[in-house]
């Protein structure tokens, strides 16, 4: 019998690579079986999603830019050579400050050509004049004929208009030589200066834009594009929130203030440019940033609500026989205290997660009951449509 004992004991020594390999067969055995009967749930036990009590925000998404409620493009009627600038980048200026001035020796060279040509003109009209005042007399007298006396009775009259015309083109000259000075049109901030001293400006075809003054940035606005399928929740007066780069950890806020109708197609995708009033006292909004706004469009507060996973449930047999025949889409299965109750409910808010549940039969620390361990899934394959995570509204 020992020597049995001793034999079998040895047979392990002398096989250790078959020793190993039923070694590993066990452990493996062991984890697949044994690991999972502990870590899994019995077949039966029932699968829920809990309910919660809270705040639900329904919101819309976009991007924007954020930009001065009226900026003022200040340009030259004029051309010539920049003289003097007054006014730099992130100048605050007042309405008639001067901004810049254009060398004016061509300009007011004009001015005086225009004087001696009105001069000249009045001197031609005063002689025409009594021209035509003797001619008329010797007509009333029979000494001249008719037509004598309208023919200086016409070149009065063609001297008259030109001194009009003489007159008005003094007036230009002058009204030119004042474009030389250019003044700011309105109270802002200068934020973009385009020339320099030196620089030539021509103003033959197409005004140059000379400064960009934004007339008050402590009021801004954002101009963001929403698309056609969420434009209908919004409203004027809603309130938004936003968060910038510059600003990571802070959120600021504004108000709905213009929702355009003119379309645009960016992608195949018709989108609306909806403006947002935004408080900028404290001057931190700069010109230009990007603006990613949430736009709240409707809002539930302190009321229960569960993911929109809970509500997927086709059938209450397999739950509650009794409930069989009971419609899933207005009543729940909840599990309180080990016990499965039924309710009725209503659908409330839904956001791109999270349902409201209408129901004064809930309970704090109830569960919805959507399954049940090991059971097969219920759902038949359907085309849904949804919106994207974070766009607010049903899906």
Do not use: C
Request: proline share 3%; charged share 20%; hydrophobic share 40%.
């Amino acid at each position: 019998m020992l020597s049995k004992i001793k034999q079998i004991l040895s047979w392990p020594l002398r096989h250790k690579w078959w020793s190993l390999i039923i070694i590993a067969v066990v452990v493996i055995l062991f984890l697949i079986f044994g690991g999972t009967s502990k870590k899994s749930g019995a077949k039966g036990d029932f699968v829920t999603v809990d309910i919660k009590r809270g705040d639900l925000e329904q919101v819309v998404s976009a991007t924007g830019e954020i930009m001065p409620v009226n900026t003022v493009s200040v340009g030259s009627q004029v051309s010539g050579t920049i003289e003097e600038i007054y006014a730099d980048y992130n100048s605050q200026v007042e309405q008639g400050q001067i901004l810049l001035k254009i060398e004016p020796s061509v300009l007011k060279s004009s001015v005086t050509e225009a004087g001696a040509a009105l001069d000249s003109a009045k001197s031609q009209r005063n002689l025409a004049k009594s021209d035509y005042i003797r001619d008329k007399s010797l007509y009333a007298d029979g000494f001249i004929a008719r037509a004598e006396m309208e023919k200086s009775q016409s070149q009065y009259e063609q001297a008259e208009a030109a001194v009009i015309r003489a007159q008005s083109q003094y007036d230009k000259a002058v009204t030119n030589l004042g474009y030389a000075t250019i003044t700011s049109p309105v109270n802002g901030t200068v934020i973009s200066r385009k020339v320099d001293k030196g620089q030539t400006v021509a103003a033959s075809f197409q005004t140059p834009d000379l400064f960009e003054i934004a007339e008050d940035l402590t009021k801004m606005q954002i101009e963001t594009a929403v698309s056609e399928a969420d434009i209908g929740m919004i409203q004027t007066g809603q309130r938004v929130t936003f968060t910038v780069d510059a600003y990571p950890g802070d959120t600021f806020s504004g108000v709905v203030r213009q929702i355009r109708l003119s379309p645009t197609t960016t992608s195949n995708v018709v989108v609306y440019t909806v403006v947002i009033n935004v408080d900028n006292a404290d001057l931190r909004l700069m010109p230009g940033m990007t603006a990613f706004v949430t736009i709240i469009v409707n809002r539930a507060e302190d009321v229960w609500y569960a993911q929109n996973s809970a509500f997927l449930l086709r059938s209450f047999e397999n739950i509650d026989a009794n409930a069989a025949n009971i419609s899933t889409s207005d009543h729940l299965a909840i599990l309180r205290d080990k016990r499965v109750i039924i309710i009725p409910y209503k659908k409330g808010l839904t956001t791109a997660t999270e349902t409201e549940i209408v129901s004064d039969k809930i309970e704090s620390g109830d569960k919805i009951i959507v399954g049940r361990v090991g059971q097969a899934s219920s759902l038949k394959k359907s085309t849904t449509r949804g919106r994207p995570m974070g766009a607010g509204g049903p899906m």
